[in-house]
Each structure stands twice: as structure tokens, then as C-alpha cells.
């Protein structure tokens, strides 16, 4: 059967041939023995055991067609012998009442201009019911069918195409016409063809000249009955009219195009040797009645005395294609593939391409666009396209954020193009950053009025500790009862001062669990001691005490006052407006990474996993239109491109790194960036000491001014190669 490979594993072409693209096209050497196995006891058993059906079924780019190539390249059964038809294009369509998610594909196999015979006026642009679209998918069955074959083959077929004739044929049949003529007229006329050509032939020439020419005539007459029979077999005639009587001898009743035209089939059938018929891409379409009508066209066919062999339809079709136990009332013979690649493999093909090519990707890239990769189509498309950009804009961009530019702009090219336009989702995200930035800052400043008012909460506390705090509370406690003596907790007098000192003591204050004694009076105005279980309650005692805080809030303010918790209020206070000001520079990663960052758009749906961590993970920012379009020099050169790349990418050059136009340069850069050693560069500082850039030339100085170990390594150079 010759050597196979993987279904789609091309690994070892692409490194003899040391080339960096693959083809999207199914494969002619896949490694698949065990399904051509099936297939070919399924064929030989086709007669004996009615086996005229079979679906190879699998999800989409499992390598179905791929495992039909190469059972065609490789059969060596002469009594096989394939027809393909494939049904690919650009948008599946479901009309009625299906209504399921399309997935988009590429556009393949046939699409030929169909002649007028084949129904074609009646095509509309777009199929507005299930009927329409019915009738297009077998108009294009067969168109393929047909258009498959030479004219010759099949010669008394009603469906005529455009036939080239080329120069030498053209001048053979005008010869032949003109000889037929001339010799036709010296048959009838042999006096004025002399007359005519001022001549007079000898007897013996005369005679051998009509014998000539009567077996030309005859030749030529023989001829044109032959071809009048077939022209006159191919002409459809509708009906004849005699005055007011009609005769219908042809009128169609039925919609579907196989129906109608099921003599050409079986005709087609009948002078050619095709006996398996491979169908793909009809399950885009996502309707079943097709099957319906190609299990009953292969039925008529094979029930059809003309028809000698057996023809047998194989189908591609996707596992979901059928609910429930539907697909086996179809098919008579079912073989499932399992397809080669899927999210959870995927990180392995990609890296081993991006390893053969030596690109600069990181694994944990990979590793995260994996999971949205599970087509082998998709993951071959992602590195052609990803090739052929890098070598275009150059291979000082950030390589992460181009690959997953080029993954985004496979996965929903829609949105990829609106975002050229200024316009689409990930536009709309990436340029949210304003308003980003903006509810961060709001929250920042709830912060900051929160500490200002806790501030001015402990500098207007009026009691300087816990114990003044308590023996306050313990005297309007008292103040609230008449003759009051002394409290009592756990049976045992306690003055003021002792509960005051001990917070646990107070906290049985709080909660209600003490007695007090107080003096009473008799009639004889004599006072005596009693003891009772007190009555009031502290909290009547704190409303009494009514300000706007309570005890627990008050000693809160103090032990933080005691804390000097001032102080620290005021360093969170200048962290909080420091962060205002650095959130104006953030890049988009490090403002969306905060939990409080509220991304616009459904983070459940697979673009919003997407998006969100293509964003959150910096692969995706500000930067994108560098990675989406080329450079041309203009207001910078391509070397001050290549330091400005680098300080988006926050990855640092050698200080002496050659820059031209720095003033339009420095335009392009922020001012936080300045603050940073990736920018560090002598040429760039001479700029800024000779020039009015008083917030980048501060920025600079001041992180040199820190005393980092890098910032003693600039200055030692700058004053070697400054100016």
C-alpha cells in the first residue's frame, strides 16, 4: 500500500523539504491501515451483503478526506473506480427550522458555470427556504457529475458544454465541409462546374470524378443522419399545438433536480466505469433529506438492469450531522474517525513546528492558545499566515504578540478586519482603556476620602485613652441610676477605677451582666443598702451618649490614634494618588489585571476567554496596528523603529544603539517609559540635555540618581561616549 504518515502529521516532509508553510489540503499518504481495512472489506463485500452506503464519520478536520485520498492513490482493486464530489463552500446555510451555530470554511471543489440545460436560471443568489437550498446542493451534484467526464464518454448526454476546438480541428472540418460541397455539386451539376472552371474533363476523368464524388456526398450525408439522430435523441420537447388542442409530452413534477434529470444519471452510469462515488461536505448544508435522496438515487442505480457494476456512495460526514439513531436508517456501513488533533494535543504540534523553524515563541504562549486551537486545518493556516507576517514586518517585533495576533485573526476574522477599521470587539476593548483607567481612579479616590475622613476621625477624637473612654461611659452608667453605690460582676464590688483598667471587666458592662447596690429611704427617713440586678441596658446608655460614634468605634479611633495609624493613612493616602498618576501610563496589561477592571464584553463566551487572555496576558495592546500593517520610513527611520519596538516590549538595547530622527522618536514614547532602564540610550540623553523636554530629561536623571548598579554602568559609558 506504499507509506503512510500520519493523518496530518507532515513533520517530516516539511524537514526535507525545509520549508516553513504546509497545505491546508488533505494529505495522499496518510497512515490509516485500520480504516483502510474497513473500507476495503466493506467494498468487497458490497454485493453479498448490500453495503452501497458508507459514511466515514468524525468531527471537522478529523482527516476524513485526507483518509479518502489515500485510499484512492492506493487501490490496486481494478474493478474500483472513483468519481469525487465535494460540496465545500464558503457558508453553510440552514434554513427552517434548524437553527444551529455555522462554522466558517474554506472554499474547495467544484464550481463550475453550469450550463442553462442544468436548471441554472432558476438559481437563486441565496436560498430563501429548505426547498431552494435542496435543489442547489443537487444542482451542484450534478454539475460535478457531469462536468467530471469527457464529452465523448458520454456522448448522447443531454447536457452539452462548451467545446473547444482548436485551430487544426477547425481547419479539418472547414476542408471536409468545402470538399463535401464542391464534390457535391460536380455530382449534380458536372456540365456548370465545367462551365464554371472554363474546362472540359476527359471521359475517363469524368468518371472517376463522379464515383468520387458520390462516395464523398454519401460519406458526408452518411455523417450528418448520424449526428442528427443524436441531436435529435438530446432535444426536450415540451409539447406540440394543432390549432386548439395541446399535447404534453414533458413537463416536470416534481421540484428536486436528481429526480428530473434521473435518466442522464443512470445513463451517466450506464457508458462510464465509476462504481464508488466519494461525497464530501454535503453535512455542511445540515440537511438530512439529501441523504434521503442519494440513498434512493444509489438504489435506483444499482436496481437498474443498464447499470452493470456496482456503485457504491461513501460520505464524509460530521458525527453530529445526525441525532439520535438517525445516521444508521442512512447508512449501511459506518466508520468512525478519530481525528488526530484537538485542543488538548494541539500545544504539541505547534511546538514542534515553532522548533523546526526556530521562532522566537514562548511555551507558555503555546500553551495557553492551545486550547483554543482544535483543527489541524486552523493550526497549519495560523503558522503559514504567522510565517509569511514575520517576514514582512521583521523579526524585531515581540513574536508573541504576533502569533497570537495572527491566532485572533484566524479564529474570528470578522472582528480581525473591523479592527483595521477602527471599528469590532477587540477595538472596542483595547480602546476602553480610558474608561478603565477612569473606574480604577474612582475607586482610588473612595480610597482616599475614606483615609482623609478616618484622618480627621482620630485628630478630633476628644478622649486621650481606653480608660478615660470607659470611666466616661461607666459615670453616665451610674448617673442613670438614684442612690447608686456600687457595681457588682460575679457576685464581687468593683469600683470604677477596676473596671475602667480591666477591658474584660467593661465588657460585661456592655453586655448587660452586672448588678449594682444603691441607698434607699423609709417613711422614717432612715437609708438602707440594697442590691438588685441592674435594669439598664448600655445600649440606652450609648444613645443617651448620641454622637455619631459608638463605644467599639471610639475605642477603635483611640488604640488607632495610640497606633499613630495617622501616619500610615497618610502614606496609603500618597501610595493611592502616586498610583492615580502612574495608571495614566499603565499599559493595558497591568490595568486590566486589577480585579476591580471591568472588561466590556461576555468573558464566557469563547472570543471573551479569548480576548481576556490575550489581554490580560500583554499579548495584545495599544501596539496592535504595529502587528497588523507595514512600516514605511517617514517621520522615524527603521532603526528608531526597531529601539521604539523595544521599548514597547520593554526589552533594553546596548546604549550605543545608532538612532536618527530622536525628536520625532521621543514623540512616540511616554514619559513613564523614560523612568525606565530599558530606554537608557547616549544619544537619546544628549537630546534631552540640549533640548526643553523638562519631564523626560527629570525622568531619566532621576532613575540614574537612584544608585541602581546599571545607572553607574550609563553614566561610566556616557561620559566616554556622550557629548
Known sequence: MGKYINAWDREDAVTETGSAYNPL???????????????????????????YNIALTGPYGSGKSSILKTFQKNNQNTDLVFLEISLATFKEENPGEDKEEKDPAPAS??????????????????PKSKDDLLRLI?????????????????????????????????????????????????????????????TKFPGWLAKDLHWTSLLIFLTAVSFVVFRSIRLAYGLRVSKFKFQDAEIEIDKNISK?????????????????????????????????????????????????????????FIYAVRDEMFRDKDRTKFFDFIIPVIPVINSSNSNEKLTSIVKQNAYKISGDLIDDLSFFIDDMRLLYNI??????????????????KLLAMIVYKNIYPED???????????????NGRKAYSSERIKKLDEKIEANKARIEQLEEELYEDEIQLRMIYLGYYASRITGFSQFIIDGVEKTFKEIADDESLFKKVTQDKIAYKYFTHN????????????????????????????YTDRLAIIRERFDDRQETLK?????????????????????????????????????????????????????????????????????????????KSQIALSYDFKLQKIGNLIGKIRVVDFQQPYLLNYQLLDYLLAQPLENQRIAVLSQLNEGYEYAFSFIDGYLTNGT
Open 383 to 400: 503558522m503559514n499566515e504567522y510565517h509569511i507576517y514575520r517576514e514582512l514586518l521583521g523579526e524585531e517585533l515581540d513574536q508573541d
Open 25 to 51: 489540503s488533505p494529505i495522499d499518504n496518510a497512515d490509516a491501515h485500520q480504516y483502510f481495512e474497513a473500507l476495503n472489506w466493506a467494498l468487497e463485500h458490497r454485493r453479498t451483503k448490500n453495503i
Open 571 to 647: 502614606e496609603e493616602i500618597a501610595k493611592y494618588e502616586k498610583l492615580k498618576t502612574d495608571l495614566r501610563h499603565f499599559k493595558l496589561k497591568e490595568i486590566l489585571n486589577d480585579s476591580s477592571a471591568k472588561i466590556d464584553i461576555d468573558e464566557k463566551s469563547p472570543q471573551g476567554l479569548l480576548v481576556k487572555l490575550l489581554l490580560r496576558s500583554g499579548y495584545i495592546d495599544e501596539d496592535y496596528l504595529d502587528y497588523i500593517s507595514l512600516f514605511y520610513e517617514g517621520s522615524i527611520t527603521k532603526e528608531d523603529r526597531t529601539f521604539l519596538l523595544n521599548v
Open 109 to 126: 471543489g467544484g464550481g463550475s458555470t453550469p450550463p442553462a440545460t442544468m436548471e441554472t436560471k432558476d438559481k437563486p443568489d441565496l
Open 256 to 312: 428536486s433536480i436528481l429526480n428530473n434529470h434521473l435518466d442522464e444519471i443512470l445513463y451517466f452510469f450506464e457508458v462510464t466505469d465509476y462504481s464508488v462515488v466519494l461525497i464530501e461536505d454535503l453535512d455542511r448544508f445540515r440537511q438530512a433529506e439529501i441523504f434521503t435522496k442519494l440513498r434512493e438515487l444509489n438504489l435506483l442505480i444499482n436496481n437498474s438492469k443498464k447499470v452493470e457494476q456496482a456503485v457504491v
Open 416 to 430: 480581525f478586519v473591523a479592527l483595521s477599521d477602527g471599528k469590532g470587539i477587540l477595538y472596542k476593548v483595547v
Open 523 to 550: 417613711y422614717s427617713n432612715q437609708y438602707t443598702l440594697q442590691q438588685i440586678q441592674s435594669s439598664v441596658k448600655f445600649a440606652q446608655v450609648e444613645n443617651d451618649l448620641a454622637d455619631e460614634y459608638t
Open 138 to 198: 443537487e444542482l451542484s451534484i450534478l454539475q460535478q457529475i457531469f462536468y467530471h467526464e469527457e464529452d465523448k464518454k458520454i456522448p448522447d448526454s443531454r447536457f452539452k458544454k462548451i467545446k473547444n476546438f482548436k485551430r487544426k480541428q477547425l481547419i479539418w472540418i472547414t476542408v471536409s465541409i468545402m470538399a463535401a460541397m464542391l464534390f457535391g455539386s460536380y455530382l449534380f451539376f458536372p456540365e456548370k462546374d465545367e462551365q464554371l472552371l472554363l
